[in-house]
């Protein structure tokens, strides 16, 4: 079974720290995985997106970094804004196959 | 605006009645997506069309839930006689062709029944 798993639930950081978070799944055979932002009742935003042969992806002062051998991602927040509070969720998708497994998500709350 | 587009935003309906959503994919995205998804989770995969046929349904899609996407453009997400259960915010997504493409969502149908 497809799975992807996130952690931590939540955290609590304050405004101009960074964070990391982490993504670990047992998506098979690996097509990509993508990190998406999602703040409260809105959809989805994509992040970044990464396919087997990339290692990392910076979209601003979000940088995504995949080890497709270990199956895990990071997902590392630069100089934390209050904007950046959302929830951030890991999805990965397999070959051939047109279904997102999505993970819980990471709780991100910046305060000042 | 050129994104996904959901209607209704929000949706409040009392227990038994028939809802239904609409979801209008950006254009030439021939891949739809239904998904929902309840406080603190992630998405949940309810079911998927490439242009108007819809490929898979997912056994969370009791037989009171119903899409279509007539036409291979915008698509519908009927829920007959709701139960508070169904209470969640349904997700719609669209994609190119073609592997390893972005998956655009639109901005969600919250739904509580009451």
């Known amino acids: 079974k497809n799975q992807v798993e996130q952690s931590p639930q939540s955290l609590i950081i304050l405004e101009g720290k960074n964070c990391t978070l982490q993504?670990?799944?047992?998506?098979?055979?690996?097509?990509?995985l993508r990190w998406y932002k999602q703040d409260t009742g809105r959809g989805p935003v994509s992040l970044t997106i990464?396919?087997?042969?990339?290692n990392t992806k910076s979209n601003g002062r979000y940088t995504a970094t995949l080890d497709a051998d270990t199956k895990q991602s990071s997902l590392h927040i630069t100089a934390s804004q209050l904007s950046d509070s959302a929830s951030y969720i890991c999805v990965v998708s397999a070959m051939d196959d047109y279904k997102l497994s999505f993970g819980a998500g990471t709780t991100v709350t910046v305060r000042a | 605006d050129t994104g996904v587009s959901q209607d209704p935003r929000h949706k409040i309906t009392k227990r038994g009645q028939n809802v239904t959503f609409r979801c209008d994919p950006i254009s030439e995205h021939n891949r739809l997506y239904w998904y929902r998804q309840t406080l603190g989770q992630g998405p949940e995969f309810l079911t998927y069309?490439?242009?108007?046929?819809?490929?898979?349904k997912s056994r969370l899609l009791s037989d009171r839930f119903s899409a279509e996407r007539p036409k291979g453009s915008f698509s519908t997400l009927e829920i007959q006689r709701t139960e508070q259960g169904d209470s969640a915010m349904y997700l719609c997504?669209?994609?190119?062709?073609?592997?390893?493409?972005?998956?655009?969502f639109g901005q969600g149908t919250r739904l509580t029944v009451v």
């Open positions: 069309f490439q242009n108007e046929a819809q490929l898979e």
């Open positions: 993504c670990n799944y047992t998506v098979s055979p690996f097509s990509n």
């Open positions: 990464m396919t087997f042969s990339e």
């Open positions: 997504a669209s994609s190119p062709p073609g592997a390893s493409t972005e998956a655009f």
